[in-house]
């Protein structure tokens, strides 16, 4: 936080081309998700022959602290990490990835709706937590 209380976050940058990506107040919702600063909200959808699979998501924000949750790289290099268990819960259908700042202070928070049998959504949100970059 600065001196006068805002928030402020490093840019970043993530490969958007299969999501649709709207601010909260657009989206409808307020500007808090679970006490933390909601930060952007995330849509999109796979079409087959036989289905329309939507999957939704949301970034926020918070501080980091000792308590880590179990996590899971998703690759060489990449900022996400996977969270394996939030509270010790896991319902299969969603997935959350936490992102730590640079300075590792903070960090996004990415939580999905996506069912873990759905293995095109999933990918495709793995897809778009692996784009994700700091700006330098």
């Not at 909260?24 to 930060?39: I, Q, S, T, W």
């Not at 998703?74 to 640079?102: F, M, R």
Request: net charge negative.
């Amino acid at each position: 936080m600065d001196d006068k209380g805002k928030l402020i976050l490093p840019d970043f940058s993530m490969d958007c081309r299969d999501w649709l990506v709207v601010t909260p107040h657009d989206a409808g919702l307020p500007d808090e998700f679970a006490d933390a600063p909601l930060l952007a909200v995330l849509s999109t959808v796979v079409l087959d022959e036989a289905q329309f699979r939507p999957a939704s998501g949301v970034l926020t924000v918070g501080l980091m602290d000792d308590e880590l949750p179990l996590t899971r790289p998703i690759g060489t290099g990449c900022v996400a990490a996977e969270v394996l268990e939030l509270d010790g819960e896991d319902d299969g259908d969603s997935v959350s990835y936490v992102l730590p700042t640079p300075d590792r202070r903070m960090a996004l928070v990415a939580e999905f709706n996506a069912s873990a049998h759905d293995t095109e959504l999933r990918d495709r949100i793995e897809a778009l937590m692996a784009s994700f970059r700091w700006a330098a």
